[in-house]
């Protein structure tokens, strides 16, 4: 199981938005970003300002991707 922020990327596009603007707006630093670029994980505060920041929910930003094993090898 994974974490993607794909969607993050989406809303920022639909938004208008570059990585430098919701630095800007959100108050996150660019370490975070660049974890948020690598689907790594980050805090669950730099998350709620995002959210603030783009007034979207967390299922608006981010997904768990379940990655299913394939036994019958």
Do not use: F, H, Q, R
């Not at 108050?27 to 660049?34: D, F, H, L, R, V």
């Not at 790594?40 to 979207?56: D, G, P, W």
């Amino acid at each position: 199981m994974s974490i993607s922020y794909k969607k993050l990327w989406k809303l920022l596009i639909d938004k208008n938005m570059k990585k430098k603007d919701l630095m800007e707006v959100s108050g996150i630093s660019s370490a975070s970003i660049a974890k948020l670029g690598k689907n790594e994980n980050v805090n669950t505060e730099t998350l709620v300002k995002i959210c603030t920041a783009l007034n979207c929910d967390i299922s608006d930003i981010m997904e768990m991707e379940i990655e299913i094993e394939n036994n019958n090898k």
